[in-house]
Every structure is written in C-alpha cells, then in structure tokens.
C-alpha cells in the first residue's frame, strides 16, 4: 500500500500553539511529512500564519492592546502582532488536553510561552531548511483587503525560494486556485470543501487545473475516493483525528490525512509500516 502522507494541521497544534514555528518543529519531531497553515494579511501587507479574523482565542491581544476591540488580526501592524504571546495562551487553556493527558512535558510547557506569529517568510524559510513540505491555505480576505494581490505574494515567494517543487496551495475559493495556476502552472493546487460540490468532483478539479481534492472527512466516502484515485487525484481528508477515521481512511486509499494529532497517525502508519 502506498504511503499515506500524515499532514499536520496548523502544525502539530495538539501539543503546541498553532500556526507556529513551535508547532512545525513539533511535527517534524513526530514524523509529519507535511505541515497545513494558513495566510493572512497584516495591516501593513505583510503576509503572516493565522487562522481567525480575531487575535483574541489564540493569543493575549486583550491584554496587550485592551483599547483595540475586537482586535482583528488585519488592523494590526506585523510589528504589533509580534508582540503577541501565542504560547502562554496554549498552555494555559490547553485546548486538546494533551498538557493535563503528560503529552507536553512542563520544560517544552516552558519553552512554548512566548512563541509569536510567523510570517510566511519565516514558515517557508523553516520548510526549506528542513527538506520539508507545507500546505499553504489561502483564506478569503476581509473586504477591507479585497484587491490585496495575496496570491499572487504567496507565488512569488514561493518561486523566490525555489520551494515549487515542496509545496501544495489550497482554498476553498476557486478564483485563489485559478490565479495560482496562472502565475505558475507547476504549483500544486488542492480545491478544499466544506460540503458536496454542487458538481461532479472530477470536473471540478478539472476546470480548476488541480489534481489535489482536500474533502472534509465526512463527505466524502470510500467510492468517491476509489474513483478520483482512479483517475490520479490525489485525496487528502480533513480534520481527521480518531485512530478509527485514520485507519479508515487508509484502508480506503487517501493519499494524506489532514489531523490535529500526528503523533496518532505516525503511530499508526508506522505499524502498518
């Protein structure tokens, strides 16, 4: 059987502040092949690994910056964001109980408070140096920021750093997809769902150029992926987290599985190994 790529989502964001540089150092450590951030624009155009439109579920922004409710990510400065404590924020909260389970011992515990938001350059910069791979999401902007080239930015540092060869681009808005085409037609593009394409998946990944389809794990089924094997797309499901969805999936022929725990899916591709 064909290996099953294990792609850690926002990094390994179980056991570390997501979209972080501590959360790709932890995946690289457990045996991720793949790292999954997402882009978002700074108030000054910098191009920045963050997932909401608020600073405040991940980070300290309240108490750093008390007067700027409802403190959205693109308001804020590069220099502002880099003030932010993501780590302190994730130790305290521990989102996935993987502190309380003894999975982050209390020294990495230590190490994470103060780890701060990456900028795209960072994250590709650590990709590259590493061998590695990375899944980049391109998220919708705000509207403030609709005419931000962001694509296009991301394609160009990309080709910069000669990295076409060790990354994937995905979105689910098909119009990001088809700009990355154009400015580079050897990027890789994944379409990502939510919910059933409204069309056949097939033509959907065919009138988008890609050959990537990122479904979330569960619509799709193992006849839609025994089909779009068969025709050589690649399919990598999201966000899968049960040893029982990842053992599923596998047996089923996904090409990667997208989870908050890869230190899971390492140990169960390892033994199937």
């Known amino acids: 059987m064909p290996h099953v790529l294990n792609i850690a989502h926002r990094g390994s964001r179980s056991l570390a502040p997501e979209n972080t540089l501590a959360a790709a150092r932890k995946a690289v450590e457990i045996g991720a092949d793949m790292w999954e951030f997402d882009i978002s624009v700074t108030a000054d155009g910098e191009l920045i690994l963050f997932h909401d439109d608020s600073l405040v579920r991940v980070s300290d922004a309240e108490a750093v910056f008390p007067d700027r409710a409802p403190w959205l990510s693109h308001t804020f400065t590069l220099s502002e964001l880099k003030r932010l404590d993501l780590g302190t924020s994730f130790v305290e909260s521990d989102p996935f109980g993987q502190i309380a389970a003894l999975a982050v011992s209390r020294k990495e515990q230590t190490s994470l408070r103060g780890e701060t938001i990456p900028t795209l350059r960072e994250a590709l910069h650590f990709t590259r140096d590493r061998s590695w791979q990375a899944n980049i999401e391109l998220k919708k902007l705000p509207d403030s920021l609709r005419d931000f080239p962001v694509t296009e930015k991301v394609i160009s540092m990309i080709e910069e750093l000669d990295l076409v060869d060790q ?78 969805d990842m053992t599923s999936f596998i047996e089923a022929g996904v090409t990667g599985i997208i989870t908050d725990f890869p230190q899971t899916l390492s140990q169960i591709l390892s033994a199937r190994e």
Do not use: C, M
């Open 167 to 244: 990354v994937i681009v995905s979105s689910f808005h098909d119009a990001y997809l088809l700009t990355a085409k154009a400015s580079n037609p050897a990027i890789v593009t994944a379409v990502l769902r939510r919910s059933p394409p409204g069309n056949d998946v097939l033509s959907l990944v065919g009138q988008l150029g890609s050959r990537t389809y990122h479904p979330f794990h569960e619509i799709t089924n193992n006849e839609e992926i025994e089909t779009l094997r068969r025709a050589e797309v690649d399919v990598n499901v999201w966000t899968v987290n049960s040893r029982a």
